[in-house]
Every structure is written in C-alpha cells, then in structure tokens.
C-alpha cells in the first residue's frame, strides 16, 4: 500500500475551498462571477458534453476569460467528450484555439484526448473529469504521474471514501466534487440509454435525459398492451434521481479535504447561478469565521436554495449509497416557487434596463437579488418598451423592457418572483 501523506482520515484540512459554478453563455459567466464564483467552466462550441446549451463562440470565451481574469477568478473549458477516431484531428486543432484563449484548465475525460492537450497546450492545466470515473486513490496517482493538475471525483463516491483518497494522493494533486446539481442514473453519467433510443450520443454531448421518462412494459405476444412499471405503487418513473444538494454539509465537506465545491448546471439560467454562487459563497464564507456562524445562518441558505428550479434534493452517496428515497416516483416536473424575470443591464431615467424573461406586470411584487446577499421587496412602479412606451405588463419573451421599481437598483441586480400559490 503507497504511503499516506501528512493528511490523516478523520482530520479537518481547513483549506478554504475553490466554489465552482457552470456557465452557458457570456451572460451567466459574468453572473457567476460577480455573484460569489471563484472559477467558472464553460463548453466552446465544440467537443463538451453539452451540445444542447448555448456554449461560447471564440470571441465570446475571450471576453469572458477576459473579464473572470480581471477580477482573479479563473475560467476552465470542457473538453470532455468520449471521442472517436473522427473527433481526434478536430480536437488538435481546436486546442490550438484556445491556447490564444488562455483559459485556466481543460476538463478531460478520454486518455486520446489528454495526450493531445499534453502535446498541443502543454503550458494549460489539465483536470480530470467525472466521466473518467475516478473512484479511487490509485486512478488519481495514474492521472498525476500522466500530468493531471486536477481530479474530479465521481458521484458515487463517499466522503469517507473521498477522505481517504485525500490521504493517499500529494498535496498539490487537487480534488474537486460535486456538490450540488442534477443526478443521473447511469455510472458517472456515462449513459447509454440517449444513444439507444434517438442516436444521440451522451458521452458526445447530446444526451435526451431518457432517465427522467415515463416508462412502460409490453409482454411479446401481447403487442398494445402497455403494462406500467413501477418500484411501489407510488408510481413509474423509476430512473428519476433527486437533485443534489449539500448546503447543509459544508463542515463535513470541507473535512474530506475536497479542493473544489462544483456546482452541475451548465444549461440552467441566471437566475439558478446566481443563487447557487451567492448561497454557498456565503455558506463556505460564513464557515471559515466560525462553525457557529454557519449553523446560525443555515435556514437562509435551505431557503435561498429553494427559490431556484429544482427536483428535490438528496445527499447522494456522501453518506452511503442512496435509497428508495434518492428518487422520485410520481412524476418528473421541477419544484419552480420563483420565476426568474431578467438582469438589470443598465439603469437611467427610464429605470433598469432589462431583456424580460417571464411576464410580469406594473404593480406586482417582485424580489430584487442583489450580489451582497441582499433580497430587496420592490413594487414595479412603469414598464417601458424600447421606445419608450409605457407599458400595462410584457408578455413578449426577451422584449428589451425599462422598468422603474419602488427601490434603488444597480447594474447586475437580478430580478426574481415568488410564484407558489
């Protein structure tokens, strides 16, 4: 057995994490930023296990990377696909793009592609991702020797079992895990049901989520006959995981000597970013002044975490595998109390300028998300069009809107309403 280094299991390695927060666009990048992020990864328009999300041109990366760096935060690029003989020649050329880019670190998974990012961007940071499946101490010494910066671990792993990992592998080998986001059903989330079913490929970035569909059985010589399947009688849809979530486990996190805090999401919206970078900023924040002043704080961040989109949430694997509890049976809808309506891009006489992504109507209550951690309750006084029209409501999706609230706004300010009945 190698020897453990200086970090013994049980011991609290108080090494205040990096928070990791997903972005899809330049928008959201600058969000995540500004609202708490210390490091933001993205997907270029090619070769990331998101081809569905919007995803950055060039030019788009360069003014992010450009603008994270400005404030010394740090941006990482996925490259993460499981790539074929087709994809290599793509690969190569495009890693020589983004050396212009200078991005932080690439997200790698397929060994075909880490050689080539040694050879074509050897002065870029390499990190390991979770579609590596990497579940134990002697797959993170491999990736270290192979000049990996970073590892991230798999969702199947617990904090015990990521403790121990800690002990075994060198300080400057870095650990990152999920924390909070999406589940998925098949190991790591290499799935094969997407491929199976429409002939898109998940490890390419196309999955369809076929693990959150309804499914039925039909007996062979019974063809019509849709016979439901189903764990209990509570209903079918037997794939469906809850979300992730460990707001309430920072201490226990932070312990495992876990180096990054990431956050899955990179097709969700501002309004889930920036809830998700200002709450566990505050938490692990709160944390390093002192363990009594997390705890006293933590009824704010269950109740911020419960203003985002979400499908209820689970501890995972953390604390031994996950039961009959970890999934939800009766349908597949989101829990959505609070509707996101748009950033405040600039203010003046008119009010804030917004690009409108959910009606909302003059004289309605709306909450006002403010970077600090502030929620203000604020009255829309005017809704203008981009003309200048006064405006009774805007139903129009993505309508450039000026609208003028009871309470003082800035530039960045996010603008949310409760919706629950």
Not at 398 to 421: A, G
Request: proline share 4%; aromatic share 12%; charged share 25%.
């Amino acid at each position: 057995m190698e020897e453990k280094n200086s970090f013994s299991k049980g011991e609290k390695r108080q090494k205040k994490p990096e928070l990791l927060i997903p972005a899809n666009s330049l928008e959201v990048l600058k969000v995540a930023v500004l609202y708490g992020a210390d490091a933001v990864y993205i997907g270029g328009e090619h070769y990331g296990l998101r081809a569905k999300a919007k995803n950055f041109s060039a030019e788009e990366m360069r003014e992010g990377i450009e603008f994270a760096h400005s404030l010394g935060k740090k941006v990482y690029v996925t490259a993460n696909i499981t790539a074929h003989n087709r994809d290599l020649v793509g690969v190569k050329e495009y890693f020589g793009e983004l050396s212009a880019l200078s991005p932080d670190a690439l997200i790698i998974s397929d060994p075909g592609v880490f050689e080539i990012a040694r050879e074509t961007v050897p002065e870029i940071e390499i990190h390991i991702s979770t579609q590596a499946n990497n579940v134990n101490y002697r797959t993170c010494l491999f990736w270290k020797k192979m000049g990996a910066k970073r590892v991230v671990t798999a969702r199947e792993l617990s904090l015990t079992e990521i403790a121990e990992i800690r002990t075994y592998i060198p300080d400057d080998l870095e650990l990152e895990t999920f924390v909070h986001g999406a589940m998925c059903i098949s190991y790591s989330g290499r799935c094969l049901l997407s491929n199976y079913f429409t002939g898109r490929d998940a490890n390419l970035g196309a999955c369809t989520h076929p693990c959150r569909w309804k499914y039925y059985l039909m007996e062979e010589t019974r063809p019509g006959e849709y016979l439901p399947v189903f764990e209990n009688d509570r209903g079918t849809y037997i794939f469906n995981s809850r979300d992730l979530c460990m707001i309430e486990y920072i201490p226990e996190l932070i312990g495992a000597g876990i180096d990054s805090f990431k956050v899955e999401g990179r097709m969700k919206n501002a309004l889930y970013v920036a809830a998700m970078a200002r709450t566990y900023r505050k938490a692990i924040d709160d944390y390093f002044v002192s363990e009594e002043c997390y705890k006293e704080n933590l009824s704010w961040y269950q109740r911020e975490i419960g203003k985002c989109t979400y499908r209820q949430y689970t501890t995972g694997f953390f604390f031994g595998k996950p039961g009959t509890d970890a999934q939800i049976y009766d349908n597949s809808v989101y829990v959505k109390d609070y509707a996101y309506l748009g950033i405040i891009y600039e203010v003046g006489e008119n009010g804030g300028r917004m690009e409108q992504r959910n009606k909302f109507s003059v004289g309605d209550t709306v909450e006002i998300m403010k970077p600090s951690g502030e929620n203000l309750t604020a009255r829309v006084l005017a809704i203008r069009d981009g003309e200048g029209n006064l405006m009774g409501s805007c139903p129009h999706p993505k309508q450039e809107i000026f609208v003028q609230f009871d309470r003082e706004i800035e530039v960045f300010d996010l603008v949310r309403q409760c919706r629950e009945p």
